[in-house]
């Protein structure tokens, strides 16, 4: 028995070594052993895509699959170079790819979300940060600026999760058509 998964986001914890892959129908916590962040910091980044394999999962979902990303064109001499340091291989036709299967757990999307009951967790709640060490107090700015500050600081957040997203956003991204 099989199912096509459409796949709704697509996250990376860099800290945890962990690619979250949601699903419509389940959720996938897989744990990436290629270190796929490594490639998110290169500085040929914006030419890479990506694909899924099939995944496959058993009775207590466990799940193992395979990811592929490509350079779209031929590198430069350098990046040639800083992409052999970071595991990728060279094709015949001078893009680079890396391959990697990956394992780990699938959580059915439905099921965590009846389980969480939002409202209980929807109020307001106040938390003490202490600063350690050279940790630096944000400066009182005026309304316009401090407002900047947040977009800058959501959109630096967010940029590592975009590229992700943009790598995988690819038709053939369904679990169950292989890649």
Known sequence: MSYDEKIMNILLSPSTGKLIVLGERYHYLFDDAAGLEKIMGASFKK???????????????????????????????EQGEEA???????????????????????????????????????????VTVDMIGDA?????????????????????????VLIVMVLFMNPCITCGNGG
Not at 92 to 115: C, H, M, N, Q
């Open 47 to 77: 030419e890479l895509a990506g694909s899924f394999g099939k995944f496959t999962v058993d009775r207590d979902d466990i799940i193992v699959g395979s990811y592929r990303i490509q350079t779209r064109n031929a590198l430069s001499t």
């Open 84 to 126: 052999r340091r970071l595991g990728l291989r060279e094709l015949p036709d001078g893009r680079f790819e890396i391959a990697a299967r990956i394992g780990g757990t699938r959580f059915e999307s439905v099921a965590l979300a009846k389980d969480m009951d939002a409202s209980a967790l929807n109020q307001n709640y106040v």
């Open 136 to 160: 630096r107090e944000i400066p009182k700015q005026r309304t316009s600026s401090a407002k900047e500050t947040v977009e800058n600081v959501l959109l630096i957040l967010a940029a590592p």
